[in-house]
């Protein structure tokens, strides 16, 4: 009987944590190529007042290329610019990606105001660069909520 008990303390435990996170809401995102790089979306979604970006990044040129995840910001629909969430609290070594090389990045962004947006740009200039520091341009990349 105390096994019983506890099963069914944990199974409402259990629904209780998973309902607290909030549904995944899926953004549709616009891939991003250029001569020097291509990030291609793998998945982009809101939960909550968050949105994660998860991104395949390749590196088109013959030297290396260095991401700075912290350094992605998201731009919203009114204008207003996020920095990475994680990034604001601590620091993430920069991926250094090879020549002609793919790498994942995930970066998130958190702020209250992402509850009402239905459509940010991901903004990664700022965040790639060559080994001799200057910055690679790179157009942002479109995300657009999809209807739920």
């Given at each position: 009987m105390k096994r019983w008990l506890t099963l069914i303390g944990l199974a409402v435990l259990l629904q209780a944590l998973c309902g607290c996170m909030g549904a995944k809401h899926a953004w549709s995102p616009t891939p991003v190529a250029t001569p020097h790089v291509r990030i291609d979306p793998q998945q982009i979604f809101r939960q909550k007042n968050?949105?994660?970006?998860?991104?395949?990044?390749?590196?088109?040129?013959?030297?290396?290329?260095?991401?700075?995840?912290d350094a992605v910001t998201l731009q919203l629909y009114t204008g207003q610019v996020l920095r990475r969430s994680s990034g604001s609290t601590t620091r993430h070594e920069p991926y250094v990606i090879a020549a002609h090389a793919s790498h994942p990045v995930w970066v998130d962004f958190k702020d209250d105001s992402i509850l009402n947006s239905t459509s940010a740009r991901v903004l990664w200039s700022e965040a790639v660069r060559d080994m001799a520091g200057h910055a690679i341009q790179i157009p942002p990349m479109q995300t657009t909520a999809l209807q739920q």
């Open positions: 968050r949105i994660f970006v998860r991104v395949t990044f390749t590196n088109l040129t013959s030297n290396m290329l260095v991401v700075d995840r």
